[in-house]
């Protein structure tokens, strides 16, 4: 039952008092009548929300303010979930021969998770190194020459000359050093000393370091270049020629002005005659550095006043010096073939500009 019997006739008793005053108004009168026909048809029966139960125990002063006081419904025990089994940890009985390999199992677990990945990184290492550091000719090119099992070791100060197509000099001995430049076959160097597989020498290009297997004690067959005693030896992709007697070279701050000769004028040329000649003079410049098996540059002191050299007041800003191809200055060769006139300055300053191109 919702209401006890007592409960029951309690609030039944309480809504004819409130009924038969004259406290209320027309709502809570209409509500507490609605109330009093609910109980008197249903009893004991009569079912209330909590929000009608609440205003009716306002209403009618019912000591318990709450829910009805109804057959509260026994609450559900809450159930225990039950306990799982707990077993006993199991210990590995000693064992002297699981002990005694322990160790071993344990490095090749170590094998497996990490040598695998350090090998590949090795591996690619080494490629990509002798890709792009090579110390002996390049790939495509010849293959490296087979060094000689009776060749004896040299001596202090001896002179050797290079067998490769074009070896690398470093700044120390070793393939993690820097290149100073590269020395083509025939080239003659000094010997300071070795260290392992590696000769520190003397060359055009400064002291530096060389891999020993691309020396040799005498200078090889037909190589017919030049020994790289003229200057230091470049190659013709480090040079960019501006016009028939002025170029670039890398490692050099300012460009060069080739001296001994005067080409005609390519950017301000007096006459069409003159535009032709200075083209065809530096047109014949790149074919001679393209076509040559050894190029030497020797940087020379300009003709200016002292204390200006390096500077716009001297040569413009220019550097100055001589290119060699196959052993020979490429103004001899220009003035040869009447693209270039001779053009010889003095300690401190150069004579007017020779050559009539447009006559």
Known sequence: MPFSAERTDLIRSRLREALAGSGLNSWERSFLASMDERFAATGAKTRLSDAQYRKLALLLNLQDQGLP????????????????PVYPRRVRSFS???TFYAPRRAVRRWERQIMLPVFIVVAVVMI???????????????????PSVTQAQPERSATLYVSGSRVNQRQGPGTGNAILGSLQRGAAVKVLGTQGGWTQVTSPLGTGWMASDYLASAAPAGSGLASGKLGRLVRASDIRVIDGDTVS??????????????????RSPACQAEAQAARQATDRLRDMLRSAKAIEFAKLACACRPGTQGTTACNYGRGCGTLYVDGTDVGDKLIAEHLAAPYVCGPRGCPRRTGNWCG
């Open 69 to 84: 006081s109804q057959a509260a419904p026994t609450a559900r025990p809450r159930s225990t979930p039950a306990a799982k």
């Open 96 to 98: 002297p021969q699981r």
């Open 128 to 146: 990509v190194s002798n890709l792009w550091s090579p110390d002996g000719p390049p790939a495509g090119g010849q293959s490296a020459p087979q």
């Open 249 to 266: 070279i890398r490692g050099e701050q300012a460009n060069v002005r080739l001296v001994g000769f005067n080409t005609p004028e390519l």
